[in-house]
């Protein structure tokens, strides 16, 4: 290896753990993937989280669907569902992000096949 090589060498060995360091400072939320399964009451129009408030769809017609499919259908996410932070995922440092985009599995909110992991 000549001098040059070694340079090159040091130089991407040291800015990869510069950047792993740097990515434990770095968080990015989870976001609720399309093929999560979610409740929908058809009076209001509102998807609720599998895990919802039973008085949210009281005397309501309640149905199952993908996110995907009831943003399509015009549904919006109820209030209190998203006060409660269920559409929210968790939080991870930046290369646990990475590396879940690469197909790793990690602590995450949702199964790959849309199910809630509660």
Known sequence: MGKNQKKIAVIVISLII??????IYITVEEKIPNNAVVVVTIEDKYYHSIHFDHSCVKGKTAKTMTL???LAAGY??????QDLGYFRGNRRFLFHHILSRLGMEFNSRWTKDGNWLW
């Open 18 to 23: 510069i950047g792993f360091f740097l990515s």
């Open 68 to 70: 995907s499919e009831a």
């Open 76 to 81: 919006k996410p109820h209030a209190h569902c």
